[in-house]
C-alpha cells in the first residue's frame, strides 16, 4: 500500500487522534497521534489485513526541546513490503511519580511488538520516557543509580559517580 | 520399599538457583552478562544484562562539527564489520541530501561490504564452532579472514575500523593489485568453505549439538523484529538486499539462503549456523560478478563540498552481516545531526534469548548465544 493509502485507512477509524500527517515531500511519511491511543493504533496496524505490520523496526526516544518528549515509530511490514511511521509527543513532568523530570506517561506497545521492550527501555534510559504497562521498564545500558537521562539536550553530566569523576 | 520411597521423596528436594554467566565469561563474546535461573542442569529464565560497552555513540554524534566526523563512530558499533556499519549511515546522509553516486563507488561498495560479510561470518562460524569444541576451523577461518583484512588495508590503511565509505564516495580508490588479491581470496575461500562444511557443518558431532537446540518459530521472530542469519534461520524469506532496493544488488545472481529444517526443526542452531556459511558462497559469488563488471572512473567526484542537509528525517536500513542495521537520523537543517539513533541488529536479536533458551541445557545456552552471533559493541553503542 502506498503511504496515502495507510493513512486514508488509518483517518478512516482514528480520525480524532490524528494530530497531524505528512505523507508528500517527505522521505519517511508520518503521522502524528494523541499519545494515548498509539497503543489501539498499533493493535489495529499490526492485525489489520490490509496493513500487517508485522514488525516494529526501530523505536526512538526524541527531545524536541522546549520540554517535550517524543517517540518515533518505525514499522514495516515483511508481508506486505510497506512501512510507516508514527509519532507521540509527550511534555516533560515536573514530578511524575515521585521523580523529578521524568516525561508524561506513553503507552507501552510490548504487547504488540515483543521487540519494544528493550527499546522502551533505552528510551527511559536516556530520555526518561515512562512507558505505562512495560512489564520490566529499568535502565538498560546505563548503571542503575545513573543520574540523569544524557540524550535530553539539556543534560548536564553529573560530577563524581562512586567517587570517580565523570567529565574528562 | 514403600517406606524407602517416601523417604527418598521427602530427601529429593529440588531449587531453583541463579547462577551469574559474565560479564567475563569467554562464550558470551563480550561483555555481556546473563543471569541464568536454573532448575539441575536445566534452564528455566536467562536475564541478559547490557551495557558494559556503552559509549553513548548517539551523544557523540550530536556532538560532532559536522556530519561526517560521525563515521568513525559508527565504525565502531560493529567493530567486526565496520564497513557495513558506514555504509548504512552514508546512505541514508546520501538520500537525505539526494545525491547520485558514481557506479564505481557502488562496485566497490559491494565488493566491500560483502568482503566484509565473509570476514564477519568467518568469525561467527569459526567462535561458534569454538564454543561446542571444534578448534581447527576457527584456524582456517581466521587465515582467510586476513586475506579480506589485507584486502582492506591495502585500500584504506586500517585493518578493522575504516573510515572508508564517505557521504557521496570513498576515501581512496581501491590500489592496483585490487582485483588479483580479490580473485585470489574468492578461490581460495571456495576451498575453505568446502573444508569447513566438511569438518563442521555436516559433523555429526556437531549436528547433535545444533540441530533441535534453540527453536525461534518464525512468527516469534517477526514480532521480535529480527533479523539476519536469526531470522533466515527461522525459514523467512526476508534479506534487506533485495527485498530494500538499495545499492546496485539486483544487478548480480544470487540467492537470500533460509533454514529449511535439514538437519531437525526450522529455525534451530544449526539452521542459524547453515545460513550464514551458505550466505558465504553467495558473497563470493556476487564479489566475483562485481569484478568482472567494475567500471572505471572517479570515486570523489560526488563527494559534496558542504554537508547540510533541510531540516528532516529519514530511516535508513541495510542488510548488515548481523541482520538490519538502521540509522535514524534526524536534520534540524544545521551543519552538526540533531538525532541519530543506531538501530542495530545485535541488540534486537540478542532480546529474542530468554523466548529461545526455556528448558535447555546450560551447555546448551552456549551454543544458542553463538548461534544469535552477537557484538557487544553494537549492543552498547
Redesign the interface.
Known amino acids: 500500500m502506498s503511504p496515502q493509502e495507510i493513512l486514508n485507512k488509518l483517518t478512516e477509524k482514528f480520525a480524532d487522534a490524528i494530530v497531524e500527517a505528512k505523507v508528500e515531500g517527505v522521505l519517511e511519511p508520518y503521522a502524528k497521534l494523541k499519545v494515548e491511543s498509539i497503543r489501539e493504533i498499533s493493535s489495529l496496524m499490526r492485525d489489520d489485513s490490509d496493513l500487517q505490520f508485522d514488525t516494529l523496526m526501530c523505536l526512538s526516544g526524541m527531545d524536541y526541546g522546549k520540554g517535550i518528549l517524543g517517540v518515533v515509530y518505525n514499522l514495516g511490514s515483511i508481508a506486505k513490503k510497506h512501512k510507516f511511521t508514527l509519532k507521540v509527543e509527550v511534555p516533560v513532568d515536573a514530578r511524575l511519580n515521585g521523580v523529578v523530570g521524568q516525561a508524561a506517561n506513553v503507552p507501552s506497545v510490548e504487547s504488540v511488538w515483543r521487540t519494544a521492550d528493550w527499546h522502551e527501555r533505552e528510551a527511559f534510559d536516556l530520555f526518561g520516557i515512562v512507558f505505562t504497562d512495560h512489564p520490566d521498564l529499568r535502565r538498560i545500558l546505563l548503571p542503575d543509580d545513573w543520574e540523569g537521562y544524557p540524550l535530553r539536550k539539556d543534560y548536564q553530566v553529573q560530577e563524581f559517580y562512586h567517587g570517580m569523576k565523570v567529565p574528562y | 520399599m514403600a517406606e524407602l520411597i517416601q523417604t527418598q521423596d521427602r530427601k529429593l528436594r529440588t531449587e531453583e538457583m541463579v547462577i551469574q554467566m559474565g560479564p567475563q565469561h569467554p562464550s558470551t563474546h563480550g561483555v555481556l552478562r546473563l543471569e541464568v535461573t536454573v532448575e539441575g542442569e536445566i534452564v528455566t529464565h536467562v536475564k541478559p544484562y547490557?551495557?558494559y560497552l556503552?559509549r553513548?555513540f548517539?551523544?557523540h554524534a550530536?556532538q560532532m562539527g559536522n556530519y561526517s566526523q560521525v563515521i568513525p563512530y559508527v565504525d565502531r558499533m560493529d567493530y567486526v564489520a565496520a564497513m557495513s556499519m558506514e555504509w548504512s549511515y552514508v546512505l541514508g546522509m546520501e538520500?537525505?541530501l539526494s545525491i547520485q553516486i558514481p557506479e564505481r563507488v557502488e562496485y566497490i561498495r559491494v565488493i566491500m561490504a560483502e568482503l566484509q560479510r565473509i570476514a564477519s561470518h568467518t568469525i561467527a562460524i569459526g567462535t561458534f564452532g569454538l564454543d561446542l569444541g571444534a578448534f581447527t576451523p576457527f584456524l582456517f577461518l581466521l587465515r582467510d579472514r586476513e586475506m579480506i583484512l589485507e584486502i582492506f588495508e591495502r585500500t584504506c590503511g586500517a585493518r578493522l575500523l575504516y573510515n572508508y565509505f564517505w557521504i557521496g564516495g570513498l576515501s581512496h580508490d581501491v590500489p592496483l593489485d585490487f582485483v588479483d588479491r580479490t580473485r585470489q581470496f574468492c578461490t581460495q575461500f571456495k576451498k575453505t568453505i568446502v573444508e569447513v562444511n566438511n569438518l563442521l557443518s555436516y559433523n555429526e558431532i556437531f549436528i547433535k549439538r545444533t540441530a533441535n537446540v534453540g527453536i525461534l518459530p518464525a512468527n516469534?521472530a517477526?514480532?521480535?523484529?529480527s533479523s539476519g542469519p536469526v531470522l533466515r534461520g527461522s525459514g523467512?524469506d526476508?534479506d534487506l538486499r533485495r527485498?530494500d532496493h538499495y545499492s546496485i544488488y539486483n544487478r548480480f545472481d544470487w540467492q537470500p539462503q533460509i533454514g529449511k529444517g535439514e538437519r531437525g526443526t526450522v529455525g534451530d542452531c544449526w539452521d542459524r549456523y547453515i545460513v550464514r556459511c551458505r550466505e558465504m558462497e553467495q558473497s563470493v559469488k556476487i564479489i566475483e560478478q562485481a569484478i568482472e563488471q567494475l567500471p572505471d572512473g572517479d570515486v570523489q567526484s560526488a563527494i559534496p563540498k558542504r554537508i547540510r542537509p533541510n531540516a528532516?528525517?529519514?530511516?535508513v536500513?541495510t542488510e548488515a552481516p548481523r541482520g538490519?542495521l538502521?540509522f535514524?537520523i534526524?536534520s534540524d537543517g544545521s551543519g552538526s545531526p540533531y538525532?541519530v539513533?543506531g538501530?542495530s541488529s545485535s541488540?534486537?536479536n540478542l532480546?529474542v534469548l530468554p523466548?529461545i533458551t526455556r528448558g535447555y541445557m546450560i551447555a546448551d545456552l552456549v551454543a544458542i548465544l553463538g548461534s544469535i552471533d552477537i557484538v557487544l559493541g553494537e549492543i552498547?553503542?
Open positions: 547490557i551495557g556503552h553513548c548517539e551523544k550530536e538520500r537525505m516469534v517477526i514480532n521480535y523484529a523467512v526476508w527485498d528532516s528525517e529519514i530511516y536500513r538490519e538502521g535514524y534526524v538525532r539513533k538501530r541488540f534486537v532480546s523466548e552498547d553503542r
